[in-house]
């Protein structure tokens, strides 16, 4: 049976109510129950890993028996395992619900197939209405799930000669303010700001973002790497957000933690040694390099050792675009895929005037 408007307009709803929950170890959820008639009777959203989900949460508001032969309007396909709460595909089924129309299929392996369970159980199922606007919402999410860890951007500012630094170690700023104002931009879409005990001690970055001197609403957890101490009077611990210190080079183990504790994205910050550590380990989703037209010299490159000894070995990208930003030119790229074709790379790549474009 097809959506119909009333429940066209309950998914929109839907959306609406979870984006009300916080982004983290669970997806944001919301649902909206209709009567019959297609008339409203209960809305609830998740608010967070431990706590209902929203379709328990929307059954709560209503009396015993009030859901049945209601529609559940969701936004990811009710659940089928017990985790933290148990299974929403049987909370419904309980509650008498007779038809659930849903945005996204739930890509978990134990909690997905929920909407199997409701089929054989009678109920009449439809999904992927306004699937796109549900994904924009959990894309984080579901990139993370999918990864089994933090989705990880690597980026750095060099010379047009791959330097990073001046030979006494000085590198402000080698691009110009429309490359440092991208890069803030994009820091405050991150969920965490990683940087290596190297670069904290020489450089002492406040890891925070910035529009001019005006922080953003929204700032990424700040993360040191390494196993040099962070002196007291350091500026990242003036940062809004309470900062997570690894004593570690297994940067797995790092990812690791950082994904239980619900960040979906990670920007890899510098320097040099934790870029190239997490080039060599495999660990890089995406490169964001800052291109200045200035030459350094020396040997204080962008990068240092990432595992590179013949150019067999060289690791591949796949420019994604050129972006241009006032006198410099940010790559955005990605390790080349098995399945992409290698001469892609040579292919004439997007050359895009839109800042922060991709
Ligand atoms: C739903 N409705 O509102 C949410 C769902 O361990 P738990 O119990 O917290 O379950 C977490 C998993 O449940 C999560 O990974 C995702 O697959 C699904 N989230 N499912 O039916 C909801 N938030
Ligand atoms: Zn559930």
Known sequence: MA???AERRAMTRALELATLGPRGVNPQVGAVILSPGGE????????????????VDALSKLAPGAARGATAVVTLEPCNHTGRTGPCAVALIEAGVSRVVYALDDPGEVSGGGGDRL????????????????HEIIDG?????????????????????????????TSQWITGPEARADVHRRRAEADAIAVGTGT?????????????????????????????ATP??????????????????????????????????????????????????GLVDRVLSYIAPVLLGGDRLALTDIGVATIDAARRLTVEA???????????AHPTLAAED????TAPPVLTTEEGAA
Do not use: C, M
């Not at 054989?120 to 796109?132: I, K, L, T």
């Not at 050129?322 to 030119?329: K, Q």
């Not at 290698?342 to 790379?345: D, N, T, V």
């Open 3 to 5: 959506v119909n408007e």
């Open 40 to 55: 409203i009777i209960a809305e609830g959203w998740h608010r967070g890993a431990g706590t209902p989900h929203a379709e």
């Open 119 to 134: 089929r054989s159980a009678g109920v009449s199922v439809e999904s992927g209405e306004q699937a796109d606007a549900a």
């Open 141 to 169: 999410w579901l990139t993370a799930q999918r990864l089994g860890r933090p989705h990880v951007t690597v980026k750095w500012a060099q010379s047009l000669d791959g330097r990073a630094a001046a030979s006494d170690g």
């Open 200 to 228: 904290l001690l020489s450089d002492d970055p406040s890891l925070t973002a910035r529009d001019g001197d005006a922080l953003f609403d929204r700032q990424p957890i700040p993360v040191v790497i390494g196993s040099r």
């Open 232 to 281: 007291d009077d350091a500026a990242i611990r003036r940062h809004p957000r309470a900062p997570l210190f690894y004593d570690t080079h297994d940067l797995r183990t790092v990812l690791a933690d950082l994904h239980s504790r619900g960040v979906h994205t990670v920007f890899v910050e510098g320097g040099p040694t934790l870029a190239s550590a997490f080039i060599a380990a």
């Open 322 to 332: 050129w972006v241009p930003l006032g006198a410099d030119l940010l790559a955005i």
């Open 342 to 345: 290698p001469e892609s790379i």
